[in-house]
């Protein structure tokens, strides 16, 4: 460490000045008061700078505080003598916090200086984490943590990026054919619908209206958004994910425009080949299961419109719904743990993007380390989105007309477990 940095206080400036004045002028000459602009012109420039931004101190007296009296330094031992207050305050275990910190410290951790004390990749990643569980403003966390205000937002918004980026290529990789054959086996097996690899839904997460961006983020639930689509499997994890569109944007055009979206449309998201949904039948192809605001395609499929349902129509609807209640639940496990998505997020939508994706591969990383039953339990409650009903094409009607005759025949009859 060196030498702490000279702090000035208005009086010290004061007789700076008039000190100088005195040795260096003749008595008729005028003293001005240091905060006289005409002052402020002959000092060095360090001491100019200071003067005309008003400025006090380097750091605030408060601030100097943190390593005695900030929430790292009183909680965070006791925190980890106490488990259970520890799973509450992160939203992860202490062994998951351990492993994801030696993950994380290559990426987070500064140098040392002599300008500054720093701040530590375990403190970094406790107050990421505890912004992320309670959605709490930085100016709350300001007080808690005893760090400024401009530190705890590039803190937050550097850690959910690394967050992103280490964890991303391990917890919610790109689909290959062999994940898509295991989501399909787990839809066998708990929903009861062959060949379906995923259940596919958007919610809205609402964010702080950004500067001159007029309705694009407006939704039809008269808030600004971003739209968060995910694709999810029967293990409450996230096979895919696409976050960033307008909160103007209907479900089919969010997906159709999204990555995932494209490469499906385009027959480039490795789905496997079609087989049949009972030995000697026919080959149908794998599907996606969304609801009435997507567009009907041979690789995804929606409910039936609710006028002239007959009861063929009706049972694939209900067959459809319960495979849908799975990237549902997955919603509900997301937004209860990590708080931070039902509140309204005072940031950029740039900021906001790896905030959403820092979650969404956090909550895969918990659900594959740390199932808790207990989760299961909780109910989504992030608002929908609203679409037109988009018609599909006759080849993907007939898909799902083979589906819904499937399910009406001895082969296909739900069982009860």
């Known amino acids: 460490m060196g030498p702490a940095p000279t702090e000035w206080s208005s009086s010290d400036l004061t007789l700076e000045l008039r000190g100088s004045n005195m040795s260096d002028t003749s008595d008729n000459e005028e003293v001005r008061p240091y905060n006289d602009p005409r002052a402020s012109a002959d000092l060095p420039d360090p001491r100019r700078q200071r003067v005309l931004s008003g400025r006090r101190f380097w750091v605030h007296p408060m601030l100097s505080m943190r390593d005695k009296k900030g929430a790292f330094k009183v909680l965070y031992e006791d925190l980890r003598r106490n488990p259970e207050f520890f799973f509450n305050f992160t939203r992860m275990s202490i062994p ?10 290559p990426h987070i951790a500064h140098q040392r200086t002599n300008m500054r004390r720093m701040i530590c990749p375990a403190q970094r990643l406790l107050l990421t984490l505890r912004y992320l569980a309670t959605g709490n403003s930085f100016t709350s966390l300001h007080y808690h943590f005893l760090l400024g205000i401009s530190t705890i937002q590039g803190i937050v918004h550097e850690t959910c990026k690394a967050i992103w980026n280490v964890l991303q290529p391990l917890f919610m990789p790109q689909p290959t054919m062999q994940m898509w054959r295991e989501a399909a086996e787990g839809f066998r097996q708990n929903a009861q619908f062959p060949n379906c690899i995923g259940a596919l839904d958007g919610k809205h997460l609402q964010i702080q209206v950004p500067p001159n961006s007029g309705s694009l983020y407006y939704n039809y639930k008269k808030f600004f958004s971003v739209v968060l689509m995910a694709i999810a499997d029967t293990i409450y994890k996230f096979l895919a994910i696409d976050v960033g569109a307008y909160g103007s944007t209907a479900d089919a055009n969010v997906f159709r425009l999204s990555p995932m979206g494209r490469r499906l449309y385009s027959q480039q998201f490795d789905i496997p080949e079609p087989r049949p949904l009972v030995e000697g039948g026919e080959a149908l192809p794998h599907v996606l299961v969304g609801d009435e605001a997507f567009g009907l395609h041979v690789n995804l499929l929606k409910p039936f419109p609710k006028r002239d349902l007959n009861d063929r129509k009706r049972l694939f609807n209900f067959r459809l719904t319960m495979a849908r209640r799975y990237v549902e639940c997955t919603f509900g496990i997301l937004a209860n743990k990590w708080r931070v998505l039902r509140s309204c997020m ?22 594959t380390k740390d199932p808790r039953a207990e989760d299961l339990l909780e109910v989504d409650t992030l608002p929908d989105l609203a679409g037109h009903a988009v018609r599909g094409n006759v080849e993907a009607a007939n898909v799902r007309d083979k589906f819904a005759a499937f399910f009406m025949s001895q082969d296909g009859q739900f069982v009860t477990h």
Do not use: G, M, S
């Open 96 to 105: 998951n916090f351990d492993e994801l910190l030696v993950l994380l410290t």
């Open 346 to 367: 005072q940031l950029k939508p740039d900021n906001v993007d790896f905030v959403i994706k820092a979650t969404c591969v956090l909550h895969n990383y918990l659900r």
